[in-house]
């Protein structure tokens, strides 16, 4: 048989009921399907709320009312849900128990959405609703990758309430709603849990250790089936460790291989691939290295400002706009990146880098005495500062131009490793870079006439170093700036201290152009072992008062 979707499988097997052909999971696709619909403007009793009203008798009540809600984005639109709800095999099938929760507010917002499917002998598919193709929906679907949200408390209650004894019940749901599933599940009632005889995450995110503890997980790994597509981002965020993990073909590409709608079935079966896509796998050790990378108090503040730009401050609704975008998103996107907090730039940049270089290489920065110093930075500058103190008081003068040189020269290789970068980032667009490539060539000019030329070497070395110490002075003076609103007092002094000594530093060599003078390589050497020094305090300082903050809390 060929492949399709589940609307293919509506139509080849729409004519076969529960009681000729069990659930199988196929049907699971498409009761989480089903649990998008939104029948907010369905007039319902409570009674037949709780009694249950058919899919067709639902869909009647749809139409009739106008529709699904205009103002929302969802997953599914009234023409599919007729799809089912005019097969003999679901539009027989009952919906009861329905809950929709739509609740905003400034601390925590709620979008709760559940309800239980009842078709066969006695046999119940409870589904949460999931996110869509909205930018919105991605953000809440990470969201609940760093903290727990109020709708996994939600489906536990939920569950505990609907479960009874004598029933058979699934439970599952698609991307958020495949998550509610996976922590009701772990999370409800003992006694409750026997009568749960699948559990389904349908890509969904998963949940980090410091949120939920993973031995609540290990329980129902035997009834869980975690299915992802060949291009899972989501899914692979925080991926649940449970046994049975499939991976299923998609008619789409990328990204939107999120939408279960594009996910391909043979008969009642899915249609399944071997491996994850090569370029899905290197996006998700990234990410996973991003998680690595980043606290978890500061995940949720990156994550704002990285969907703010990806979502252009809202003018961007779906995720599809902007992969409809090409190159020109990507660079708008960028741009947009560029104005945001220097550290949520800082991850986000890296992640193309952790593509390119492999997971491997990147996680070598993470053994501890490297992480230390890359996450505590006044410390590494401090011993930088130190050394760079030494060689002033010790180094012979005429081996000092070599010594600028071969600053210099490091510089420039790393300019070029930064261009190369950014020509990745923009898929080898040499016109988007022209600038940087100008500033490429002359620094290689420099380099290269540097050590040909004896003369180049003896005074441009002065210059060079001159404009070295004005550029850290300037960095300095932001620092400072940034110090001014914080109750530290010391780190303010010290880059007060070291703004002004690199200043100092840099007139010199400029307007002096001389560095012969034994009494000035003395002092400078000097200053800069005590403002390494003060660094180190500085950065040593730091850690002391975060171990304590973190011990109050």
Known sequence: MQSGTFFDYALWRGD???EESGFNDVDNLVFSFLAYADFQNVKVSKEENENGLTIKEYYDRLMASGGFPKDLDLLINEEEFGIFANTKRFASVLIKNYIDIIKYADDDAIQFSAMEFCFGKDEHYIGFRGTDDSIAGWKEDLAMTYRKVPGQDLAVDYLNEHVKEGGIYYVGGHSKGGNLAIYGAAKMDEALYPLVKKVFSNDAPGICNEVMNPIFLKKIDEKTVRIIPEYSVIGMTFPFPFSDCRIVRSNEKGLVQHNLKSWQVKGIELSLASQLDPEAAALDEALAQYVIDTKLEDRGKILDEVFDAFADSGKKKTVSSVRNGGLKELQRFLMKLADKNPETKKTVTRLPLTM???????????????????????????????????????????NFPLFIGGIFLVVTIAELVVLFYYLFLTKWNVKRNMLRIYICTILVALSASYFISGDVMSDFSCIIFGIVMMVLSFTALGRIIDLYYKDNVFSFIVAIIEMISMFGTGIYFIVINDYTSDVFSMILGVIFLIIGSLRIIDGLGDLVRSAYKRRNQ
Request: no cysteine; glycine share 6%; proline share 7%.
């Open 356 to 398: 390119v270089f492999g997971r491997t290489l990147m996680t070598l920065r993470h053994i501890k005495p490297i992480d230390f110093l890359l996450h505590n930075l006044s410390v590494p500058i401090g011993l930088v500062l130190i050394v760079l103190g030494f060689v002033f008081l010790f180094l012979p003068f005429h």
């Open 16 to 18: 076969i009921t529960f």
